[in-house]
């Protein structure tokens, strides 16, 4: 029997095997698009809803689905369309139908007094439903619109993985919309930086795997590059960067599988988690990139189809620093103290200076 904080393991085994025959069948040129057979049969599956829908499963199991589709380098919209576009449509009332994505966009000002609310949005030129958040003068808002609409303009885009990420705006004034609240706001925030972390966690633990096999299987002079000392620390490095930053996403997805959406729960955790993975990122992506060379750049290569979109997620976000300062300001923010709060006990110490030593 499995805890509630990890995924049922039959569940594991078939979502794995999905990703598994569709890596088999798979073809170069389709890199970046969606595969509608791979995504039918996940909605077959009840796997694209896996958190939206009563029966469903948890943030354990969607934390699997989103590492082994970034470790299969498949692109699919699961992030956008179940944990923030379905779960924005069921907290606001907000229609949602077909495929849908999510996103928070800014408003300016146009000439004649308008507002135009625009923004890059993940998918918008595959989805049915684009789910939308912006603020104005008034606060926050919230729209459910098909791209389809007339009012709605969107340009096509790639990121720099290849898949789509495009710009998209239109009139707020000529399109139906609701009053949200800002903590609905922020807790979409926070689910989006959650499944990019679990995205790119599972995307670098296979670029490691991968690096690991090569500087085994490559040899060079007589032996194999990995005996080499210098090819081994790029290695060890990579591995235990991904490690630490792994197990930091474990405990946020533990907390949020805990917590649901309270916010002061979650904001640490998931601060953290995505810290340690954006710096985590710039040593893997360098160090595994050095161990196999041009090799890893060829379009027949898989570890390009791992890194790039890792670099993707992260330019999504913001920096590596951006993310240590919101740790900062949440650890000095509110009550308690910063022990408290890095080490979350009943009675915790009230000075770094009660730090049990070894």
């Known amino acids: 029997m499995h805890s509630k904080h990890t995924a049922d393991p039959d569940v594991v085994t078939l979502i794995d095997q999905i990703f598994a025959d569709w890596q088999r069948r798979r073809s170069v040129a389709t890199d970046g698009d969606l595969d509608m057979e791979l995504w039918r049969r996940l909605e077959e599956l009840g796997l694209a809803e896996l958190t939206s829908t009563p029966e469903g499963g948890t943030w354990a199991e969607s934390a699997v689905l989103l ?76 729209c459910s619109v ?64 991968v690096a ?42 533990a907390t949020a599988v805990d917590a649901g959406d309270d916010i002061a729960a979650l904001q640490l955790p998931v601060a953290v988690a995505a810290s340690l993975m954006w710096h985590a990122s710039s040593v893997v992506i360098r160090n595994v990139h050095q161990v196999l060379g041009a090799l890893g750049t060829t379009r027949e290569h898989t570890l390009h189809r791992l890194t790039r979109p890792v670099l993707a997620w992260r330019a999504e976000e913001g920096t590596a620093e951006s993310g240590d300062a919101r740790i900062a300001r949440l650890l000095l923010s509110g009550k308690g103290s910063v022990w408290s709060k890095i080490v979350p006990l009943s009675e915790a110490p009230d000075s770094v200076s009660a730090v049990p030593t070894r």
């Open 67 to 142: 590492r082994t589709a970034a470790q299969y380098a498949a692109p699919i919209p699961y992030a956008e369309h179940d944990l923030v576009a379905r779960w924005l449509s069921q907290r606001t009332g907000l229609p949602c139908t077909g495929i849908a994505t999510a996103a928070s966009m800014r408003s300016s000002p146009r000439p004649g007094n308008h507002l135009e609310v625009s923004g890059r949005v993940p998918w918008a030129s595959v989805a049915d439903t684009l789910v939308v958040v912006w603020e104005d003068t008034h606060g926050w808002r919230a």
């Open 146 to 209: 098909s791209p389809e609409n007339s009012q709605v303009r969107i340009e096509p885009h790639r990121d720099l993985s290849g898949r789509s990420y495009d710009h998209v705006s239109f009139d707020p004034s000529v399109i139906a919309s609701t009053a949200i609240d800002p903590t609905t706001v922020e807790v979409m925030r926070l689910r989006t930086i959650l499944a990019r972390t679990a995205q790119m966690s599972g995307a670098m633990s296979e670029s490691v795997r």
């Open 212 to 253: 690991t096999r090569y500087s085994a299987e490559r040899n060079q002079f007589g032996k194999s590059i990995g005996s080499q000392q210098a090819v081994q620390r790029l290695v060890v490095d990579a591995a235990a960067e991904c490690a630490l930053a792994t197990l930091s996403l474990d405990a946020a997805v």
